[in-house]
């Protein structure tokens, strides 16, 4: 099978995961890393260019499209890339990890990365341009907004919801019904216990 030109936006630390994990699936060859400050020329031996301002001026190099860049403090950048890209009309897949288990009874969105180690469970329910990072576990029936990012080592249990736009740190632990509202930022090993 023909592998699909790919361009993936970011040069930092998640793009070396989502690098990874794209090269590892093998159904598609990345044409080249697009940063807004180019700080070296390649990263994982895949060339390095400065971000333009007419996004599609790289529609002739690949159709498809992915978000590399990581998501802490603010869910906005990787929002208003991803919209930019929608409205250019980039296809935006979802890259999982072969070393993932996904239930086929759940639903992703498009854009959405799901490494390593991760455990989505039946009836999860997870948004668009999302990342589920690192052995994180989310159970049965819990949904996860648009924009948001599910950190390394989460666990979220049964029935949670995650509203749009939030991020959980490493190692927090959901207990089952929990309900996480819009725009949360919840820090690293937290324990949320309210339903």
Do not use: W
Not at 130 to 149: E, L, P, Q, R
């Amino acid at each position: 099978m023909k592998k699909k030109n790919l361009i993936v936006f970011g040069a930092g630390g998640h793009a070396v995961s989502c690098i990874d994990l794209i090269l590892n699936q093998g159904k598609f060859k990345i044409k080249f890393l697009i940063e807004k400050k180019v700080k070296k020329k390649k990263l994982l031996g895949i060339k390095i260019l400065k971000e333009k301002k007419n996004l599609s001026n790289y529609k002739k190099n690949a159709s498809h499209a992915f978000i590399g860049i990581g998501q802490i403090k603010s869910f906005l950048p990787r929002k208003k890339l991803f919209d930019k890209l929608r409205l250019e009309k980039f296809k935006l897949p979802t890259i999982i990890s072969k070393n993932a288990y996904v239930s086929p009874k759940s639903k992703i969105g498009i854009g959405t990365v799901i490494m390593h180690g991760a455990i989505v469970n039946a009836e999860v329910k997870i948004g668009d341009n999302c990342i589920i990072n690192t052995a994180a576990v989310i159970d049965h029936g819990s949904k996860i907004g648009n924009n948001s990012h599910i950190s390394t080592g989460v666990i979220i249990n049964g029935d949670c919801t995650v509203e749009d736009n939030s991020f959980i740190g490493s190692g927090s632990i959901l207990r089952e019904k929990s309900f996480i509202k819009k725009n949360s930022f919840i820090k690293m090993g937290s324990l949320i216990t309210k339903k």
